[in-house]
């Protein structure tokens, strides 16, 4: 046989030989018509047999006259050998390779237009069917599906009905008509000859194993099929040694051994694609030139196994490289660098001998090179040679050597960076072509376009005429194409040939030399024939990201791709070469910033954790040169700032967030500390000076435009935010970036860069993406004018030109893949568009080529995209492209800045309501971004209600804020989370202008003369005594330092419904057994501050009362909780004043201890002050008479000092905390109570017999004159009686006296008389007011004016006799009772006991439950009002101690001028406007707020009648009282001129005789009558019922699985929200190309000028590409702690419920989305670490079986052993999810943190987590004792563990967990 080759050949080279023999098969060949289109050199020397048995099947099949399908795997072997065969017979050749774009005429027919007419031109299968020719169609799998029938009878019958109305028939009958017609005749009809000559060769791959289109059976019927397998291993083996001779024969063989293993069933089977057996000879050719290189490092060339394939993958590959010795040996190396490189010269095209260094050798090797001057390696100026990049290159230029390269690396690693300095190194010119995804076939060879005479044309594409004139082609994003448009690009790339659409053909140059020296024809005559030679030194170096491995979609690196290229990896920088790019771009980079910054990202590379990847994969090497670049310039800016400026950390889904935090943390990167100074906007000020523009630090020139009118001018109201980021871009804009903002919408991003534009006098082009954005629309539009294609240049294009700034909106709208060729022009500054221009930076590059546009050095681009993620589920640009720009996260502006700006927008708004407005969105935007609420609602929002207030101010707040919440009006879950918002920060949303519930009035009694006091006139004739004082210095212990504690206060503001008197309320994180013993305001400058101290333990609670958090101190350790077992510490607090701002003395009143606490400075002093001696005796049990009882008074503690006495004690210590000095005064009578009636004079009460005395001390007691107090008695004497009899007085004990006086006028009013005097007003037991006129300031007897109480206020006290001995219990230590001097008012809170019940409420209202009643008494309008305080939510059990506080479950304090603070014993702060001129101010803001909503309207139309109004008059009286309208006679009609009447001309006034006017009232509308309601209720009962009856579950049943589910009800229903959008995502409708009807497809208009029919697009659901895999489901399990523990301290924190709810929801939730998501949920528990709770196959169906497994957990739970299989459990999870085919991988584990218990230490947990980096595991603590679960997450990976301490959190984290995952990958 192989003899007879020979001969064969022999014959062959003699040109008059008749046929060609192979075996037994003989051939007669013919001369062929075309010579140029037979194929040349395709015939090696030496054929394999196997192939000469392939050539003699196909020969008998063209003997048989019979069509062939050459089958096999990918590579060039199948067309090389039907093109052996036609070099063999000497056939011309039509060859079209098939893509996704081919259409019908591409085979068959194109129209064209020529001088103004449409021709049909004949393509490749017509051609070859009329000249006999041989059709090779390769690439079957790739046409779409109908294309290729229309081949079908040309196959089968040789006919075909073509457009032009010929008809193509078979030789034989064309030949039998020929006999009874003549050829003319036959021509008349159109009928034409298909030359007997004519065959199809198709060659194609097996499609079940390759992804493709699977053949069409009629199709598949017509061929006859031969499967061309590789070649045998002998005949590869004798190849490969002739290749390789300097190569080891046994190195060789076991290469080839490897790859054929790989190529094996057993290899596919494992999903490894095939092996390239094809390029194993380039391979061989590199290691003959380098045969001490590394065999291993060669196929990693070939077969980037590393990257391409997963674990399993790599560890079988590694194996079977074991198997054959192929691991590297300590001999074999790598290459080092290169040396040098000269010009070759001796050749005819350009050469380069390059000197590679390997080993400690040298060794030169001849490449193709570029006409240019080659640059020495390291002289490019931007390039930066690290080791890994000199050794990258040296590889490169091997692989040059003999294949096209292409070059993989992640983004930003510097790809393009490397492939340039391989040009320049080599002289090449480089030829960039960007590569998106819906780039087709036409846009890669050739695109048309029109002559100026209107015929169309085709223009090679950039590609083509690279490859005509010797360029390096950059294919950048070769990963995004689609598979089946590179088909086009095969031949090119394995043969150097490649046929066009014109008809024209290149060559590879030795087959073009041989051709023309065949034919002895000169290269014009060639041209004429459309032939032309491939430039030999044109290569192509594709650019790609690396495969995303186990990825459906992202797969690109497939078998057909592996034998086009050789695969280098550009590895990321390792740190010390990152390190060394970044120290030589940016020399003065910080030092420290730069370590720290680059030991951050190598750690969050390195992880395996895909959170922290995909951070890592954007702080590419690019973005980290931005940073520095930034960091060089600014050098005290914040490197916190610049990474989560650089990961977008404002948007990053929460758990990524945290993840970022954590590292951030760990790498001791903190946000900068002066970051906590409010920033002024003084600081941020812009301002335009002498040609130059400063914001903040920063100031640019301003730029001088030619066109004011693309300026953008806008309203714009400086806010602090807005400056802080308009000074960060330009930052950014003068280290020339370009920017992209991002943020969700309406938070002012065009505002901010029209701002921007407008400040630096920049014109802008302006342009908006979309959904149906295309490459072609963003860079030109074309039409049609006068049958020319015109092209218009887009915003874009005119940016460039004239150096404008772009501004791309909208960017995330418009899919990834249009917006990637943003990348080349930013990146490169390259760009080529559609009409052959192109874009280029420097103009050096220009030298007088047309069609070039130079970038103006002024081009910026500004991008706005919204941010990624839910809700807005645009295109991930960021994700995509973010590493090109600059990006700032652009904000809401912080509160108060929102404030400034409102207040700008709506001047005339009441601030109150501007507040509300701002507090409220504050909280719904702090709710979407936890994912409570899917919408954020933006500034815009409330920018339109304030503009609507401010134009109609008598509108209601609350029917406004109804314009931006009415879209959520339907929507239940979401408007209850709105209206409770809303309502929380008091806008009434809901409710009338009637609904008003203030306290009822009743009336006060009459005042009564209760007689004078007077001053020192005693009846023992005693005027005064003196009183001695001393002086000590207090002794100071400490500072402590304490913790103080913040936590968020939820303040709801209270008038949300109705209006009452309490303005708003927030709780107290009081425990159970807390007691409040104290309440104190401070007043400093408009600032209320509250202080609350709580005992047992002694705890102190302090906030300012309109600020968002409140401190907690524990005084725990300080005070013991009790003593002997009745010591109840009871402590009081006074706070100080200036200079003393924020700090409080605290003084417990039976072991005397005074303790200063600064909150400021968070320090703690105890002062010891001298009092006398403490009494020997301690109190023992027996004798609990001795308890004493200090006293603090604190009336003047806002001056700085203080008086304690002991009661029943004789001194009296003056604390002065400013001096820290005491001065004690010693008394002669035994003290009862002090009041501090003024600074220089107290009133004291003696102790037995409450005599009352006046103490005066001089203003200041100087030490040196121990000055000398006087004491005074003050005697009460009643009016006298008449008789001159005195009677004898009870002395009643005040509660409370006021320390300052009315005002005259509140005095005047109260005493009903003129009059003007110092005067206290004070309260007792017996009275609601005393007015005391004249005390204390005048000597002379003070009247006193009463209003009685009926009876006295705690007589019931004083019958209770306690058990052991007779003695009187003690009345409560807190009075309640306070003094309003402006609002001249008493307030206090009683029992439900002393208030009168049944006058304040209906006879038939049962008086709620109250905490007690504040009483107001007010004198001036006396008048007594009974506020009712609701219930505490809880009550501290120790009742007793209690009742000794106080008597009621509240307690009172003033806060500020009109009302006063109420704390319960719950913890329920509430704040109380008693002020009637306050409550009438605010419930006239508060109808304001709501609005007038039921004001009857009428239309009116204003008629001008043109006649003057002459003066008003009423207008007759109709008797009959008809309705008129106008005519200027009757009145009450609705509108005459001047007449009265609804909405006249002019007249005096409106006037309404009483006509409706209708419209339906807002009470109607809520009458719904009854009995309508009544039956939809018994409806849904109705059903209700049905559906129990149905599942057969009892009523019972049904109600405790609605305790759960009711309660994760909400989160179910956001989840399911979520989960149908990413169902909706999924069903994105993509273009349909080449359809009949639709819209103009842009890249078809010439088509259509021709008048071709299939030229349109449309939008319709995409097939997914045969063979591409299956999308699967996403596999879920829930791992849920069902141990004892969680029985057990269920009771504790409610663990075990909680559990339940979240198997609850996770059940509920993801009902009805088996297809996308399937679950089941496992147990562990002590028994068993596998309880199967819902097996995937068993999904539960309805409520009741969702039931059973609930109640299977919790008796598994009540009954299981002790014990812990947590880990087990999630061990056997993770290990057994993934045993299924699913897209993603979830393992979440509920358990409680009990590990410790159980000795199960917390590393070994977080190794199991992250086990499989397949599975997303995630574990959520619930419940632990103490702060096991804080201590634990420590130690896990961040993201990856949760605690929900509260419960409720549980739904919220899962709804984390899922939509930060799912969303990234769906």
């Not at 002998?234 to 040694?241: A, F, G, V």
């Not at 919408?745 to 630096?760: E, S």
């Not at 929380?984 to 009336?1003: F, M, N, R, S, Y």
């Not at 075990?1696 to 198997?1703: D, G, K, N, T, Y």
């Amino acid at each position: 046989m192989r003899c007879k080759a020979l001969a064969l050949w022999a014959s062959f080279s003699n040109p008059r030989g008749d046929t060609v023999n192979i075996g037994d098969v003989s051939y007669k060949l013919k001369t062929p018509k075309s010579p140029e289109l037979v194929p040349q050199n395709y015939i090696s020397d030496s054929l394999a047999q196997s192939v000469v048995q392939h050539l003699r099947w196909i020969m008998q099949k063209d003997l048989l006259g019979q069509d062939v399908f050459l089958i096999g795997p990918p590579g060039p072997l199948r067309r090389s050998i039907a093109m052996q065969y036609l070099e063999l017979t000497k056939r011309e050749v039509e060859y079209i390779a098939l893509s996704r774009d081919t259409t019908e005429t591409d085979l068959k027919q194109r129209r064209e237009i020529r001088s103004g007419t449409a021709f049909y031109i004949d393509q490749c299968a017509v051609r070859a069917a009329t000249e006999g020719r041989t059709l090779i169609l390769e690439g079957l799998e790739k046409a779409e599906r109908n294309v290729l029938p229309v081949l079908n009878n040309l196959l089968e019958n040789r006919e075909m009905q073509l457009e032009d109305g010929r008809f193509l028939m078979s030789a034989e009958r064309y030949d039998k008509l020929l006999q009874d017609h003549t050829k003319t005749e036959l021509d008349a009809w159109k009928i034409v000859r298909v030359s007997e000559n004519f065959r199809v060769i198709a060659l194609g791959l097996p499609v079940p194993k390759y992804p493709g289109n699977p053949l069409d059976p009629p199709l598949r019927s017509r061929f006859q099929a031969r499967d061309i397998y590789y070649l045998p291993f002998k005949d590869q083996l004798k190849l490969l040694y002739s290749v390789g001779a300097n190569v080891s024969a046994e190195k060789i063989s076991q290469l080839l051994s490897f790859a054929t293993t790989l190529c094996s069933q057993e290899s596919s089977t494992l999903g490894l694609p095939d092996f390239p057996l094809d390029s194993l000879p380039a391979a061989v050719q590199i290691l003959d030139s380098f045969p001490m290189m590394s065999i291993k490092q060669a196929i990693q060339w070939l077969y980037p196994y590393t990257i391409l394939l997963g674990h399993e993958g790599k560890m079988a590959v590694e194996s079977v490289l074991k198997r054959f010795e192929l691991q590297d040996s300590k001999s074999s190396l790598l290459p080092k660098e290169i040396v040098r490189v000269e010009r070759v010269t001796e050749n005819l095209f350009p050469q380069a001998s390059v000197t590679v260094r390997i080993a400690e050798k040298e060794v030169t090797i001849k490449v193709p090179a570029g006409p240019r001057p080659f640059s020495q390696t390291c002289a490019s100026e931007r390039f930066i040679q690290t080791l890994s990049h000199k050794q990258l290159l040296a590889e490169m230029m091997q692989s040059h050597m003999v294949k096209d390269i292409c070059l993989i690396g992640g983004k930003g690693c510097g790809k393009t960076v490397i492939a340039k300095n391989f040009a320049d190194t080599l002289g090449y010119n480089i030829e960039p072509i960007m590569l998106y995804q819906d780039m087709t076939a036409r846009d890669l060879l050739q695109q048309r376009y029109t002559l100026p005479n209107g015929d169309t044309a085709w223009r090679s594409s950039p590609l083509v005429n690279a490859a005509l004139e010797g360029k390096l082609v950059l294919l950048d994003g070769i990963h995004r194409v689609n598979a089946g448009t590179l088909a086009v690009l095969q031949r090119l790339i394995h043969d150097r040939e490649l046929s066009l659409y014109d008809g024209s053909r290149l060559l590879r140059e030795d087959r073009y030399m041989h051709l023309k020296k065949e034919l002895q024809m000169s290269d014009e005559q060639l041209q004429k024939r459309s032939i032309f030679p491939v430039h030999p030194s044109f290569r192509i170096i594709a650019l790609a990201e690396p495969p995303v491995i186990g990825s459906t979609t992202q797969q690109w690196l497939g078998p057909e791709f592996l034998t086009m290229f050789f695969f280098h990896y550009m590895k990321p920088l390792v740190k010390s070469e990152e390190i060394q790019v970044i120290k030589e771009m940016v020399p003065n980079m910080p030092q420290e910033a730069l370590d720290k910054l680059l030991s951050f990202t190598h750690k969050l590379r390195e992880t395996q954790d895909p959170t922290a990847q995909s951070l890592a994969a954007s702080l590419s090497t690019r973005q980290l040169l931005r940073i520095s670049r930034r960091l060089s310039q600014y050098p005290n800016e914040n490197l916190h700032g610049a990474i989560t400026k650089a990961c977008l950390s404002r948007f990053l889904p929460s758990l990524a967030r945290s993840a970022l935090e954590k590292n951030l943390a760990d790498a001791s990167i903190e946000i900068s500390i002066d970051n906590h100074l409010e920033p002024e906007l003084e600081d941020y000020k812009c301002e335009v000076a002498s040609g130059s523009l400063r914001i903040g630090a920063v100031s640019a020139p301003i730029y001088n435009a030619h066109e004011k009118m693309k300026v953008p001018d806008v309203l714009f109201y400086d806010n602090i935010q807005h400056m802080i980021v308009m000074e960060d871009m330009l930052k950014d804009f003068l280290l020339g970036e370009h920017l992209l903002l991002v943020g969700n919408q309406g938070v002012g991003k065009n505002k901010i860069v029209d701002r921007f534009l407008h400040l630096l006098n920049r014109p802008r082009e302006y342009i908006q993406l979309h959904r149906d954005t295309t490459v072609q629309t963003l860079t030109l539009q074309p039409s049609v004018k006068d049958g020319l294609i015109v092209y218009e240049d887009s915003p874009l294009v005119k940016a460039v030109k004239l150096g404008h700034v772009l501004v791309v909106d909208e960017a995330d709208k418009a899919p990834t893949n249009v917006t990637c060729i943003l990348k080349t022009l930013v990146e490169n500054g390259e760009m080529i568009l559609a009409d052959g221009r192109r874009i280029v930076t420097n103009s050096a590059d220009v030298d007088g080529r047309e069609n070039v546009i130079v970038i103006h050095p002024d081009f910026k681009m500004i991008v706005l995209a919204n941010r990624p993620g839910f809700p807005f589920l645009g295109n991930d640009f960021f994700g995509t492209l973010g590493d090109i720009f600059s990006c700032h996260a652009v904000d809401n502006p912080k509160p108060h800045a929102e404030l400034e700006m409102l207040r700008q927008y709506g001047p005339n708004v009441p601030e109150p309501i501007l507040q509300k407005l701002v507090a409220a969105f504050g909280e719904l935007r702090s709710l979407a971004d936890q994912g409570i609420i899917s919408y954020p609602y933006s500034t815009r929002e409330v920018v339109n209600i304030v503009r609507h207030l401010q134009k109609f101010p008598t509108e209601g707040l609350s029917s406004v804020v109804r314009n931006v919440f009415d879209f959520d009006s339907y929507n239940s879950d979401m408007r209850e989370i709105l209206v409770n918002t809303l309502h929380k920060h008091g806008i009434p949303i809901g409710a009338k202008p009637t609904t008003v519930q203030l306290a009822k009035e009743l009336p006060l009694p009459e005042q009564t003369f209760m007689g004078y006091w007077t001053i020192g006139q005693s009846r023992s004739g005693m005027q005064k005594l003196l009183c001695p004082a001393e002086t000590h210095h207090i002794d100071i212990k400490g500072p402590a330092l304490i913790n103080i504690q913040e936590y968020p206060i939820e303040r709801h503001e209270g008038r949300s419904q109705t209006f009452t008197e309490e303005c708003a309320s927030w709780r107290l994180p009081l425990d159970e057994i807390n007691i409040i013993c104290d309440v104190a305001v401070s007043h400093e400058n408009e600032e209320n501050t509250l202080y609350v101290v709580a005992c047992n333990p002694v705890s102190l609670y302090f906030m300012n009362m309109a600020g968002k958090s409140g401190y907690f101190v524990d005084f725990f350790d300080l005070f013991p909780r009790t003593a002997s077992g009745i010591w109840h510490p009871f402590v009081t607090v006074a706070p100080l004043g200036n200079p003393l701002k924020g700090q409080v003395i605290l003084h417990e009143q039976q072991s005397n201890v005074i303790l200063l606490l600064d909150t400021v400075g968070r320090a703690l002093h105890r002062l010891i002050l001298p009092l006398e001696e403490v009494t020997s005796k301690r109190p023992s049990w027996w004798n609990k008479e001795e308890a004493v009882t200090y006293k603090m008074c604190k009336e003047f503690s806002h001056k700085n000092w203080l008086v304690f006495y002991k009661e029943k004690g004789n001194n009296l210590t003056v604390l002065d905390v400013l001096e820290g000095r005491t001065h004690t005064i010693s008394l002669p009578i035994n003290l009862r109570t002090v009041f501090l009636v003024a600074e220089d004079k107290w009133l004291l009460v003696e102790s037995n017999t409450n005599q009352k005395y006046l103490l005066t001390k001089p203003a200041h007691i100087e030490s040196e004159d121990s000055g000398v107090c006087q004491l005074y008695v003050l005697n009460e004497e009643p009016p006298s009686t008449g008789f001159g009899v005195k009677q004898e007085t009870n002395f009643s004990l005040p509660h409370k006296i006021s320390s300052d006086q009315l005002s005259s006028e509140n005095l005047s009013s109260a005493v009903g008389q003129k009059i003007a005097s110092p005067n206290r007003i004070l309260s007792d037991e017996s009275s609601y007011a005393t007015v005391v006129v004249g005390f204390p300031d005048l000597m002379s007897p003070s009247e006193v004016y009463s209003w009685k109480r009926p009876s006295y206020l705690h007589k019931s006290r004083v019958t209770d006799t306690a058990f052991y001995g007779g003695k009187k219990s003690e009345a409560p230590k807190q009075s309640n009772c306070v003094t309003l001097i402006d609002t001249n008012q008493i307030v206090r809170i009683l029992p439900p006991g002393e208030v009168p019940l049944k006058d304040i409420y209906p006879k038939d209202v049962t008086p709620p439950q109250t905490s007690g009643y504040i009483e107001v008494t007010d004198l001036q309008s006396k008048k007594l009002r009974y506020i009712p305080i609701p219930r505490s939510e809880s009550l501290s059990p120790y009742t007793t101690w209690l009742s000794t506080i106080s008597d009621t479950d509240a307690l009172l304090a003033e806060s500020g001028k009109g009302g006063v603070v109420s704390v319960d014993m719950g913890g329920c702060v509430r704040l109380w406007e008693t002020g009637l001129e306050h409550l009438q101010r605010s419930l006239a803001e508060w109808r304001n707020m709501i609005g007038q909503d039921d004001r009857q309207m009428q239309i009116t139309i204003n008629r001008d009648s043109g006649e003057d109004v002459s003066s008003p008059k009423h207008g007759k009286e109709d008797p009959d009282n008809m309705p008129h309208v106008g005519g200027n006679t009757w009145a009450g009609g609705t509108g005459g001129r001047d007449t009265a009447g609804l909405g006249g001309k002019g007249g005096p006034y409106r006037l309404d005789a009483g006509h409706t006017v209708y419209q339906v009232s807002e009470a109607e509308k809520d009458a719904v009558p009854e009995e309508v309601k009544r039956a939809a209720r018994e409806m849904g009962q109705k059903v209700f019922q049905q559906r129990l009856k149905e599942i057969q579950m009892s009523e019972y049943d049904a109600a405790t699985y609605e305790r759960f589910s009711g309660a994760v009800r909400r989160q179910v229903h956001s989840l399911r929200i979520i989960l149908d959008n990413l169902q909706a995502k999924g069903k994105e409708r993509q273009w349909l190309r080449h359809q009949a009807t639709g819209e103009l497809d842009d890249a078809k208009i010439i088509d259509g000028l021709t008048g071709e029919k299939a030229i349109y697009k449309r939008r319709g659901e995409l097939e997914p590409q045969l063979g591409s895999p299956q999308q699967k489901p996403k596999r879920l399990r829930l791992v849920v702690d069902v141990s004892g523990s969680m029985y057990r301290f269920n009771g504790v924190d409610g663990r075990l419920e909680r559990s339940m709810e979240a198997v609850c929801m996770v059940m509920e939730a993801f009902e009805n989305y088996e297809e996308k998501f399937k679950y089941d949920i496992a147990g562990h528990s002590g028994d068993d670490y596998n309880i199967p709770l819902v097996p995937v196959n068993k999904i539960p169906k309805d409520n009741k079986q969702r039931l059973e497994i609930l109640k299977t957990m919790h008796a598994h739970a009540q009954f299981c052993m002790s014990g812990d299989h947590t880990l087990k459990g999630t061990e056997h999870a993770i290990r057994e999810i993934v045993k299924e085919e699913a897209d993603e991988y979830f393992v979440i584990v509920l358990s409680d943190a009990n590990l410790s218990r159980y000795g199960i230490h917390p590393s070994k947990f977080a190794q199991i987590l992250t086990s499989n980096p397949q599975v997303n595991a995630f574990a959520i603590f619930i419940g632990s004792l103490g702060d096991q679960a804080a201590r634990l997450q420590r130690n896990l990976p961040a993201g990856r563990s949760f605690i929900a301490m509260d419960t409720k959190d549980i739904p919220q984290i899962l709804q984390q967990i899922f939509t930060s995952t799912m969303l990234s990958s769906v």
